[in-house]
């Protein structure tokens, strides 16, 4: 019981500049639209006007971020998970999990758009996992990414994070920091 607990911990560790760039969109983002206020072929907005360059840019800031303090801490600490690899290749690999949960992100808005869905309507498995599903898919053009990720730790992610994600965004809406729970 106590290794599945770790192991489950360890793999939220190494999702934290995953889960937490939309976070910083929410906080920071607004102004200039990331699909810059155009269609698709389908006359439907591309994106819409809830995913904007700033929210985009501070997200992967944001993401990275997180990242650099987990690695303080583990250095600190004496914790071994993202301090195992070099800095570069750690830092490579925070940027990529953080992009690729941003591009989810987005693209999810895209798709939402494509079937007609509007701006904060809840739309399940794309609004809880496309932003993990293209992390992990960026995050893999790393080598690190193979030193801290196997198949039991994608896929302990992809059952415990629609639980996280709907937690977190519950909370963010009770603070008033998102028009809807989900």
Do not use: C
Not at 99 to 115: N, V
Not at 141 to 150: C, G, H, I, N
Not at 167 to 176: E, F, R, V
Request: glycine fraction near 8%; avoid cysteine; charged fraction near 15%.
């Amino acid at each position: 019981m106590l290794s599945a607990l770790k192991l489950i911990v360890t793999t939220i560790w190494l999702l934290l500049p995953a889960y937490t760039p939309n976070n910083f969109a929410v906080l920071f983002g607004g102004g200039k639209p990331l699909d810059f206020g155009k269609t698709f072929f389908d006359g439907k907005r591309i994106l819409g006007d809830g995913k904007t360059i700033r929210g985009f840019i501070s997200g992967i800031a944001g993401g990275v971020a997180i990242a650099n303090v987990q690695y303080v801490i583990e250095k600190a600490l004496n914790f071994k998970i993202f301090s195992t690899l070099l800095y570069i290749d750690f830092l490579t690999l925070s940027l990529l999990l953080s992009f690729g949960a941003m591009s989810g992100d987005a693209f999810g808005s895209f798709l939402k758009r494509r079937i007609g869905y509007k701006r904060g309507d809840f739309l399940p498995v794309i609004d809880q996992l496309m932003f993990l599903f293209l992390a992990l898919a960026f995050a893999s053009l790393s080598p690190s990414f193979f030193k801290l990720f196997d198949l039991t730790r994608i896929l302990i992610a992809i059952l415990i994070t629609p639980l996280l994600h709907l937690t977190t965004n519950y909370i963010a809406y009770k603070l008033k920091l998102k028009k809807v729970p989900w």
